[in-house]
């Protein structure tokens, strides 16, 4: 089947969105999100593109970038060769990292820039993270008026501070990318994953996928009794939700 030609941007900014095949973990500590960012700096630097925003999740990360001297297509090539290549290299494991190409919409609207930037620094608050998008470490939100890594004098000129805090309580949906989720406060993903690697006394989630169905089922069901959720199981583990269902319950019985 021929890929669908991705939509181009007028004013050369994007929401990109990249995400683990299989809902595979992109990053398991801070080390993993730290090498990312180093990353995406000397991507920056040698594409000169814009950043406006960047929220890394555990299973997938989302950015608010403007081209440069290259095109998008060789911008996130190059982050996510980078990152696999060293990635694979620290967990011992082989092949695709990334689900498909990068996922993309044109930004053409200082409306929509704003809509879109604050959809993503809300994204840890829906996905029960943290309360306030300042919280989050891990965004760009948190260190707004102060990140080195994002072009803040451009991003400030669409819509200001005090409109960013204004507004950013209000819920933002954008249904070209995920479907809506709910606020519920979780277990925080660090103390699950911590969680789901003792108990199935595993270094990594590669490690853990490559685990007997058994002991898969063992150790979520004893990761669910512990707290975690279906949706963190999924989100860490990279598994569906279908197939945990069904190895808790062949577990269970």
Not at 44 to 70: P, Q, T, W
Not at 156 to 185: F, N
Request: glycine residues 6%; contains cysteine; positive net charge.
């Amino acid at each position: 089947m021929p890929r669908i030609e991705r939509k181009q941007s007028k004013t050369g900014i994007y929401h990109v969105m990249i995400r683990g095949i299989n809902k595979q973990l992109l990053f398991e500590d801070e080390e993993d999100y730290t090498k990312m960012l180093s990353i995406l700096a000397e991507v920056k630097a040698v594409s000169d593109c814009k950043i406006y925003a960047y929220c890394l999740m555990g299973n997938h990360a989302h950015f608010l970038i403007k081209e440069g001297r290259e095109p998008l297509s060789h911008i996130f090539k190059r982050l996510g060769s980078r990152y696999v290549y060293w990635f694979n290299q620290k967990y011992e494991r082989s092949g695709h990292l990334y689900q498909d190409r990068f996922r993309s919409e044109p930004i053409e609207s200082d409306e929509y820039f704003a809509m879109v930037l604050l959809y993503i620094y809300q994204n840890p608050v829906k996905a029960g993270l943290c309360k306030h998008p300042k919280d989050y470490k891990w965004s760009s939100r948190n260190q707004l008026g102060r990140c080195e890594m994002v072009d803040e004098t451009e991003l400030l000129d669409i819509i200001d501070i005090d409109a960013i805090i204004r507004e950013e309580s209000e819920e933002v949906y954008v249904e070209y990318l995920e479907p809506k989720i709910g606020r519920r406060l979780a277990m925080p993903d660090a103390a699950a994953l911590s969680k789901i690697k003792a108990i199935s006394g595993v270094k990594s989630m590669s490690e853990f996928q490559s685990l007997e169905r058994a002991a898969q089922g063992e150790a979520l069901v004893e990761a669910g009794k512990q707290g975690v959720s279906q949706r963190q199981l999924a989100r860490l583990t990279g598994l569906g939700r279908t197939v945990i269902i069904r190895l808790c319950k062949n577990t269970n019985q």
